[in-house]
């Protein structure tokens, strides 16, 4: 099975030219696999205005961002959204139940990563951001390291054959910052070969113009 069709990808906009969050991976997974999209970036207060009427009118039962409109309906929540493309596609979920494990729990670990990281910037709670620094970051690094060297040829998770998992950990990675990755060679090498993609300046970068009211955007 494929995908027909355009695919809508719906995040927030950018709090910060850099930063990506977690339309990041489903956006390199599209990019990746040349598949149509449009990708809808909405500000905070009015995403807020249309989630009930999202859930009012039986589109999703739980509307939160990313989402995507695949066919016509409303998917929501990263990780299965991930799932459901990898699986439409054939690809980047593993070839076997052991490697789609693999890819499952790896992409579980970056998600939460990206949570930890997520609560830095939205909240100002300085015991989370202190762990975060302390703990938190140099475990998740240490984790994602542990995960790719089990691979011995590189450079993602599965080999030379991408992941989901793959295209989170760039992005948490991506937003993260100035990470010094020198001692962590495995997830430099990963992250390195996904910012070398002809595609990846367009998930980094992605265009202002492109922010709509999202009525406009289910048009
Ligand atoms: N587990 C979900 C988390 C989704 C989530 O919490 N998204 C946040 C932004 S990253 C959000 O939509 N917040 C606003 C809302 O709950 O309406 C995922 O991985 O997509």
Same mark, same amino acid.
Request: glycine share 8%; aromatic share 8%; charged share 25%.
């Given at each position: ?6 695919? %809508? ?19 390199f ?43 016509? %309906? ?18 980047y ?13 790896f ?6 990563? @990206? ?31 542990? @995960?790719l ?6 450079p993602y998770l599965l080999?030379?054959?991408l992941s989901y998992g793959d295209f989170i950990l760039a ?19 990963a992250v390195?070969a996904i910012?070398? %993609? ?22």
């Open positions: 099975m494929t995908i027909t069709g355009k695919v %809508k990808l719906h995040y927030f906009a950018k709090l910060d030219v850099s930063k990506i969050g977690r339309r990041g991976p489903v956006q997974l599209l990019e990746d696999a040349g598949i149509p999209y449009e990708l809808y970036l909405h500000q905070i207060g009015e995403w807020f205005a249309q989630k009930a009427e999202l859930v009012a009118s039986d589109r999703t039962p739980y509307a939160v961002l990313p989402c995507i409109e695949l066919e016509g %309906k409303v998917h929501v929540q990263s990780q299965p959204i991930l799932r459901l493309l990898s699986q439409r596609l054939g690809k979920a593993g070839n076997n139940a052991e490697e789609a494990h693999l890819v499952d729990t992409s579980d670990m970056a998600n939460d990563w @990206f949570g930890a990281w997520g609560r830095t910037v939205f909240e100002s709670d300085e015991v989370h951001n202190k762990k975060y620094v302390d703990v938190l970051l140099p475990g998740y690094l240490d984790a994602a390291e542990r @995960f060297s089990l691979n011995k040829q590189g080999g030379e054959e992005s948490v990675v991506n937003d993260n910052g100035n990470l010094q990755l020198d001692g962590h060679p495995h997830v430099k090498a390195e910012f070398a %993609k002809p595609y990846a300046k367009t998930v980094l970068s992605s265009d202002d113009k492109l922010l709509l009211p999202y009525n406009a955007a289910r048009k």
